[in-house]
Nanobody
């Protein structure tokens, strides 16, 4: 069974940076597109950005060039480098695959909390 473990979240001031990590096990990670998602309090989970097996990335409009997704197919890890963080980025961040249908997501992990506050 696929298992996802997110880490690296924390409390950071506006304008600061964080690097999130996602460890993937139980699947041949290198053949899948993957993505970072986030869910703010009282809001639905939303896509932050995605990365293909060959590391082509796309991002949501709200990222505005501040975030970078990368992956290490050998270690089966994925990363989200977040710079110039804003209070609106406060959310629980999750990693998962990037399927054509939401019903084909891997089991969700617990996520990692990112809080941007002064």
């Amino acid at each position: 069974q696929v298992r996802l473990v997110e880490s690296g979240g924390g409390l950071v001031q506006p304008g600061g940076s964080l690097r999130l990590s996602c460890a993937v096990s139980g699947t041949n990670f290198k053949i899948f597109s993957a993505a970072w998602y986030r869910q703010a309090p009282g809001k639905q989970r939303e896509l932050v950005g995605s990365i293909t097996p060959d590391a082509t990335t796309t991002y949501a409009d709200f990222v505005k060039g501040r975030f970078t997704i990368s992956r290490d197919n050998i270690r089966r890890n994925m990363y989200l480098q977040m710079n110039s963080l804003e209070t609106e980025d406060t959310a629980v961040y999750f990693c998962n695959n990037f399927p054509t249908s939401p019903s084909n997501h891997w089991p969700w992990g617990r996520g990692t909390q990112v809080t941007v506050s002064s």
